[in-house]
């Protein structure tokens, strides 16, 4: 029996819109890379989250991101990483991108 995948938000302008962006851990200047936040997303395991829990990182910060991720991570840490999600999600759907 098969297993129906919940479907996930995928927007490619959505990625080159975050890949336009500054690192949101250090403020390296783009291009970036797109970090997908799994803790408290819809993604799971061998499952990669929503377009939607995306932020932009450096190639550094990008592996210390996913390494943060695989271990006990401080919640008010990630409760700034999800607002970060939520604030590039709105400026990308109240400007012109939307």
């Known amino acids: 029996m098969r297993v129906k995948r919940p479907n996930r938000w995928r927007s490619k302008r959505y990625l080159d819109y975050l890949r336009g962006q500054a690192c949101c851990r250090c403020g390296l200047a783009p291009p970036s890379q797109v970090h997908h936040l799994r803790k408290g997303s819809d993604g799971g395991i061998g499952l990669k989250p929503s377009d939607t829990w995306g932020v932009p990182v450096c190639d550094r ?21 999800y607002r970060q999600c939520l604030q590039f999600l709105t400026d990308f759907l109240g400007g012109e991108n939307g």
């Open 61 to 81: 910060c990008h592996g210390v991101m996913q390494r943060y991720e695989q271990a006990e991570g401080r919640a008010d840490t990630l409760a700034d990483r």
